[in-house]
């Protein structure tokens, strides 16, 4: 079966510091992996993705994310959080077209 | 690009009620589709359409479930005979389908549905 498991369902950071959101996939084709935002009552905004082009994908905002095959891995970071980066992520896959499956998400907590 | 909009944002009905949800895409979008999501989850596939045709549902999707999109522009979702386990943001999200792929997905801001 395809999935992603998104590991942690809060992470929290102090303003400034790195952030690590973790994802891992499990897929028998090549995966097409996103990274969503979801800010409260809101729908998802697209931050990145991962096609095969390139393996370090940068997104919006600063956000950055790398795909490692032999890790199964496709983690989100940014080197220095702001407190309006405070929100839920979501990774996401397809092994092609959009019916995309998601994560459970991971809730960002910025800290003064 | 206005964007994807749905409407209502919020919708309160009692236990067995029917209820209809609506979705306009970004214009020029031929693909839009349809997903559900619950307190403290990822959002599920329900449903998708390419201009008028429905080409796959999810089994998530009852036969209380309807969904349109009768000239390829906006979309309705029904849910008959409400549950309180219908209870979700319903996201509606919309994309370009074109040679050499597909334009990401665009969502709405969703409709929060809440069953009593």
């Known amino acids: 079966a395809q999935s992603v498991t998104q590991l942690g369902s809060h992470v929290s950071v102090s303003e400034g510091a790195l952030v690590l959101l973790r994802c891992n996939y499990s897929s028998s084709v090549p995966p097409y992996l996103f990274w969503y935002v979801q800010y409260p009552n809101q729908g998802l905004q697209l931050l990145l993705k991962?096609?095969?082009?390139?393996?370090l994908v940068k997104g919006i905002n600063g956000f950055e994310a790398e795909f490692k095959k032999s890790e199964t891995s496709f983690h989100l970071t940014k080197p220095s959080a702001h407190m309006s980066d405070a929100a839920e992520y979501f990774c996401?896959?397809?092994?092609?077209?959009?019916?995309?499956?998601f994560g459970t998400g991971t809730q960002l907590k910025v800290e003064l | 690009d206005t964007g994807v909009s749905q409407d209502p944002r919020h919708k309160i009905t009692k236990r067995g009620q029917n209820v209809t949800f609506r979705c306009d895409p970004i214009s020029e979008h031929n693909r839009l589709y349809w997903y559900r999501q619950t307190l403290g989850q990822g959002p599920e596939f329900l449903t998708y359409f390419q201009n008028e045709a429905q080409l796959e549902k999810s089994r998530l999707l009852s036969d209380r479930f309807s969904a349109e999109r009768p000239k390829g522009s906006f979309s309705t979702l029904e849910i008959q005979r409400t549950e309180q386990g219908d209870s979700a943001m319903y996201l509606c999200a919309s994309s370009l389908r074109r040679t050499g792929g597909d334009s990401p997905l665009h969502f709405g801001n969703g409709t929060r549905l809440t069953v009593t």
């Open positions: 996401a896959f397809t092994g092609g077209g959009n019916k995309l499956t």
């Open positions: 991962y096609t095969s082009a390139a393996t």
